[in-house]
């Protein structure tokens, strides 16, 4: 009783505590939305149906494969939303299956949902749907590296920020009153 208490108050402390995280680390910038599709990930893989395989199938393109027996076309929906691909089935109920008896009933109806967060640039190419199996198929077309050269800037070059102050918290001549008067004026 009392080890079940103790185990209680450690769990209820951990979830209180504030999560470190691999992304917190200064190196890291504009990491956080793979910190938060981590977490989409971990929600969404509580339940194991259908059952699913993920395949490489060639150069650049990945396979989904899930098990749905029993489902028709027009009960299921296969939707990208943001950078989730999301599969939703539900059966619908036909009348012929009203005046059915069932003695032992071992395969529900059951309505699903499947997510996979998809990484930037995969693109969902088609879905099919074979003896009871639904393929869905991904490609990540082939990316061309992009390389950038930034110009290094000195003294007045530097641009100004949305506050009108230079880089560094430093003022401008106009913020400062010196709006052309004074010496710099008097020689032009």
Known sequence: MIATTALAQLEEDAAEMPRSSLFNSPLLLGFDHFERALDRV???????????????????????????????????QVQVEDTQLVIRGKQSEDDEEDDRVFLHRGIAARQFQRSFVLAEGIEVKGAFLDSGLLHIDLERPEQERKVRTVRIETGSDRPQDVGGNAPGGAKTAVESGNQGTGSADAAE
């Open 42 to 76: 971990q929600k969404s893989s509580g339940d194991g149906y259908p059952p699913y395989n993920v395949e490489y199938v060639g150069d650049n393109r990945l396979r989904i494969t899930l098990a749905v027996a029993g489902f028709r076309p027009e009960d299921l």
